[in-house]
Structures are given as structure tokens and as C-alpha cells.
């Protein structure tokens, strides 16, 4: 078909310009992202993400990971040969799953005419089906590593006084500076959990000065828990004086030791089932936990004299993946009235979870690797009660 003006008179049909319009609004969106900071292409970031262009759902993408040698030495003239230690090798997969976003455009929608496409309930549309795309994959990185997406418990908890459930916690288990301590020492010894054997200490992961270090991401509750702590006041209040980004002004992430503290969102929205994307979220975040196993936004939640927790977490490398499938498509659907008013869509291929790895071979045996959360461990401290 002939056009005057390309950008008045659009061919709805064209893959190119459909493809064209979703990336501008992905890529208009991509710096909101909570989690865009922790991805890379490799498991030494905290989400491993991976691209497969050509997979749509249903197909598989493989993460494989190498282990390391343990075995002895022969010493001396003690023989050598026969007695090599076999190679490990760990993996985890991951389902390819499609998602789709439909928007409602209304009756004022067709803009072909008027010569300027960015105005048009279309640009519109494109911007908030991307933005909304956004939260829906940041609160499936959430709901993961808090043990929610798909019913996928966190393999390891810690507590505070280990205590054992979410209903034994009690008003005082709540974050502080000697729990701070705590939790640094149960993360380099990979034992002494309320939920959880002994395990492989997390990877740490690499910031962009080359340091190593752990993430400790904090429920809302818990941070302020931790501003209150008379310990910790003192403390941070002479590592700054000045009161310069200091986190208990301004709540900026503070290291100590390596361990970096930083807070999480909160959670707004209602979730009919615990899939990826069966959630409406207006705002992406960490949800409380309560002694039911019930998250927010879940019907029950919070029933009256239930404890409900914050549910802080541990990240080490390679904690989540993340893979997506074929590149989002956009399609446009018009009312059989005469196209009065019409319909958008945003189609996405992905999926996301934490990462749980398979032993190939066979697993260490004290550092534990294989059937358990590889780069997540969990932090329950009291919350409140329900009314």
C-alpha cells in the first residue's frame, strides 16, 4: 500500500514497525526496573539472565554450571594414577512461558490521520503495557526470592533466637545490629539456620569497583526496625558524621564488613495464584509473610491474632534466573463495530526463578550445592500481628 506520510499512516501488520514500537516503550521503561542493577549474562550476577531469541513457550533454556575439585594430593611416591577425582558439573532449566497484556484503548484510538503517531491513545497504550510489563517481572523476581512464585519455599530461613515457624516469633525478634552479625556469620558458615541443612556459603557477587560482596535486601519493616536500634545509631552515626547519604537520614545502602544493606519496595496489589504474572501489581515489592504461609494480597492474609512476619533476604551470585524467549511482539485489535474501539496487547515469552541446581554427577559433602536455593536465603523477623 502506498503511504503519503510514514509516520501518519501506519501498517498495524508490519512486523517491523509492531517489534519497533514495544522496544521503544521497553526501552523507555528499562531504568525503573528494581532489579535491572543485579542482572547480567552470567551467574556471577545476582539474576543470570539469559536471551533465546527463537524459544517460544513451552521450550527450555539449560543453565549449566562447573564445580570445583576437591580431591587430595598423593604425596611423595604414593600413587597417583587411578585416584583422579571425578569432574563436577551442576545445571538448571528453566520453562519458557508466554505472557500476554491486553489494554482496553477505548473509542478514541485511531490517530492514523492526524500526522503524529506520539500523540495518540497508541503511543500511550505501547508506554503503559511496557511499564506494566515491568512490574510484573520485578514482582516475579520478588515473589521468588521471598519462596513465593510458584509455591517454590525458600530451602533456607533465618530467625532470630531460631526460632523455628513464623508463629513463634515474637515482638522482640526484630532486626538489629547484633542480628546483623548474626546473620553475616550463618551466611559464611552456611549452617546453623532454623530452616535448612548445612550448605555451601552464598557466592558473593562483584559491584562495579570490584569489590565482592553479599546483598541483604530488607523488608520496609525490618529497616526501620534497624534505624531504631540504639547499636546501630551509634555506630553509623560516627561513620558519618556529616549525615551525608547516611543511611539513617536518607536510607541509602551501607556496608558493613561485606555485607550490603539496602531496603526493598513495598508490595501494593491483589494476586488470584502464586504464577508469574497472575498478579495485579501496582506497585512491585516485598510482600509480609504470615504464620499461614498467606503472602499480602492474598485472600486470608493477616487474619486476626496471626503473626505476621517481614521476610527479608540473603543474595548472593546467581541467586535468579531469569530467561526470556522470542522478542515482545505488540498486536492491535479493532471492534467488529466498525472499529469504534479496539484493543492492544503486549506478548511476552519469559520466565523466572531462583536458581535450584541439579548435581550432574555428584554433590559435596559438606558444601552443598545441589536441591536447595543456590544464592537466596531467607530473613524472617517480627512484623505485627493481625487485627
Given at each position: 500500500?502506498?503511504?503519503?506520510?510514514?509516520?501518519?499512516?501506519?501498517?498495524?501488520?508490519?512486523?517491523?514497525?509492531r517489534?519497533?514500537?514495544?522496544?521503544?516503550?521497553?526501552?523507555?521503561?528499562a531504568?525503573?526496573?528494581?532489579?535491572?542493577?543485579?542482572?547480567?549474562?552470567?551467574?556471577?550476577?545476582?539474576?543470570?539472565?539469559?536471551?533465546?531469541?527463537?524459544?517460544k513457550?513451552?521450550?527450555?533454556?539449560?543453565?549449566d554450571?562447573?564445580?570445583?575439585?576437591?580431591?587430595?594430593?598423593a604425596?611423595?611416591?604414593?600413587?597417583?594414577?587411578?585416584?583422579?577425582?571425578?569432574?563436577?558439573?551442576f545445571?538448571g532449566?528453566l520453562?519458557?512461558?508466554?505472557?500476554?497484556?491486553?489494554?482496553?484503548?477505548?473509542?478514541?484510538?485511531?490517530?492514523?490521520?492526524?500526522?503524529?503517531?506520539?500523540?495518540?491513545?497508541?503511543?500511550?497504550?505501547?508506554?503503559?503495557?511496557?511499564?506494566?510489563?515491568?512490574?510484573?517481572?520485578?514482582?516475579?523476581?520478588?515473589?521468588?526470592?521471598q519462596?513465593?512464585?510458584?509455591?517454590?519455599?525458600?530451602?533456607?530461613?533465618?530467625?532470630?533466637?531460631n526460632?523455628?515457624?513464623?508463629?513463634?516469633?515474637i515482638?522482640?525478634?526484630?532486626?538489629?545490629?547484633?542480628?546483623?552479625?548474626?546473620?553475616?556469620?550463618?551466611?559464611?558458615?552456611?549452617?546453623?539456620?532454623?530452616?535448612?541443612s548445612?550448605r555451601m556459603?552464598?557466592?558473593?557477587?562483584?559491584?562495579?569497583?570490584?569489590?565482592?560482596?553479599?546483598?541483604?535486601?530488607?523488608?520496609?519493616?525490618?529497616?526501620f526496625?534497624?534505624?531504631?536500634?540504639?547499636?546501630?545509631?551509634?555506630?553509623?552515626?560516627?561513620?558519618?558524621?556529616?549525615?551525608?547519604?547516611?543511611?539513617?537520614?536518607?536510607?541509602?545502602?551501607?556496608?558493613i564488613?561485606q555485607?550490603?544493606?539496602?531496603?526493598?519496595?513495598?508490595?501494593?496489589?491483589t494476586?488470584?495464584?502464586?504464577?508469574?504474572?497472575?498478579?495485579?501489581?501496582?506497585?512491585?515489592?516485598?510482600?509480609?509473610?504470615?504464620?499461614d504461609?498467606?503472602?499480602?494480597?492474598?485472600?486470608?492474609?493477616?487474619?486476626?491474632?496471626?503473626?505476621?512476619?517481614?521476610?527479608?533476604?540473603?543474595?548472593?551470585?546467581?541467586?535468579?534466573?531469569y530467561?526470556m524467549?522470542?522478542?515482545?511482539?505488540?498486536?492491535?485489535e479493532?471492534?467488529?463495530?466498525?472499529?469504534?474501539?479496539s484493543?492492544?496487547?503486549?506478548?511476552?515469552?519469559?520466565?523466572v526463578?531462583k536458581?535450584?541446581?541439579?548435581?550432574?554427577?555428584v554433590?559435596?559433602?559438606?558444601a552443598?550445592?545441589?536441591?536447595?536455593?543456590?544464592?537466596?536465603?531467607?530473613?524472617?523477623?517480627?512484623?505485627?500481628?493481625?487485627?
Amino acid at each position: 500500500m502506498a503511504v503519503e506520510n510514514e509516520t501518519a499512516f501506519v501498517d498495524y501488520d508490519s512486523d517491523l514497525i509492531r517489534k519497533g514500537w514495544v522496544k521503544e516503550g521497553l526501552i523507555q521503561n528499562a531504568h525503573k526496573s528494581f532489579w535491572a542493577p543485579y542482572t547480567g549474562n552470567s551467574g556471577e550476577s545476582v539474576v543470570y539472565q539469559k536471551n533465546m531469541t527463537g524459544v517460544k513457550e513451552g521450550n527450555t533454556i539449560i543453565f549449566d554450571y562447573d564445580g570445583y575439585l576437591t580431591g587430595e594430593m598423593a604425596l611423595d611416591r604414593e600413587q597417583a594414577w587411578g585416584k583422579g577425582e571425578g569432574k563436577r558439573k551442576f545445571s538448571g532449566s528453566l520453562k519458557i512461558r508466554r505472557g500476554r497484556i491486553p489494554v482496553n484503548n477505548g473509542d478514541k484510538f485511531n490517530g492514523k490521520e492526524i500526522g503524529d503517531l506520539s500523540i495518540t491513545e497508541h503511543s500511550d497504550s505501547r508506554r503503559k503495557l511496557a511499564d506494566l510489563w515491568g512490574r510484573h517481572k520485578d514482582q516475579a523476581h520478588f515473589d521468588s526470592v521471598q519462596g513465593r512464585l510458584d509455591s517454590l519455599t525458600n530451602s533456607h530461613v533465618i530467625r532470630p533466637n531460631n526460632r523455628a515457624t513464623v508463629g513463634d516469633l515474637i515482638p522482640t525478634d526484630v532486626m538489629s545490629y547484633d542480628f546483623l552479625l548474626e546473620l553475616n556469620e550463618k551466611m559464611l558458615e552456611g549452617d546453623g539456620f532454623a530452616v535448612g541443612s548445612k550448605r555451601m556459603p552464598l557466592k558473593p557477587f562483584q559491584i562495579q569497583n570490584g569489590e565482592v560482596i553479599w546483598n541483604l535486601l530488607l523488608d520496609n519493616t525490618a529497616f526501620f526496625q534497624l534505624k531504631k536500634d540504639a547499636r546501630f545509631q551509634d555506630l553509623v552515626a560516627q561513620g558519618d558524621v556529616r549525615g551525608m547519604n547516611n543511611f539513617l537520614f536518607k536510607g541509602q545502602p551501607i556496608q558493613i564488613g561485606q555485607l550490603m544493606v539496602s531496603v526493598a519496595p513495598i508490595f501494593f496489589g491483589t494476586s488470584t495464584d502464586r504464577r508469574a504474572g497472575k498478579t495485579k501489581p501496582e506497585i512491585s515489592g516485598f510482600r509480609k509473610l504470615d504464620e499461614d504461609g498467606l503472602y499480602t494480597g492474598e485472600v486470608g492474609f493477616g487474619a486476626s491474632t496471626k503473626i505476621i512476619a517481614s521476610r527479608s533476604v540473603l543474595l548472593g551470585a546467581g541467586a535468579l534466573q531469569y530467561g526470556m524467549g522470542m522478542e515482545p511482539d505488540y498486536n492491535l485489535e479493532f471492534s467488529p463495530d466498525h472499529k469504534i474501539t479496539s484493543e492492544s496487547l503486549l506478548e511476552v515469552w519469559f520466565n523466572v526463578q531462583k536458581t535450584q541446581l541439579l548435581p550432574e554427577s555428584v554433590d559435596y559433602d559438606e558444601a552443598r550445592i545441589g536441591n536447595m536455593d543456590y544464592g537466596v536465603v531467607a530473613v524472617d523477623t517480627y512484623a505485627s500481628v493481625g487485627v
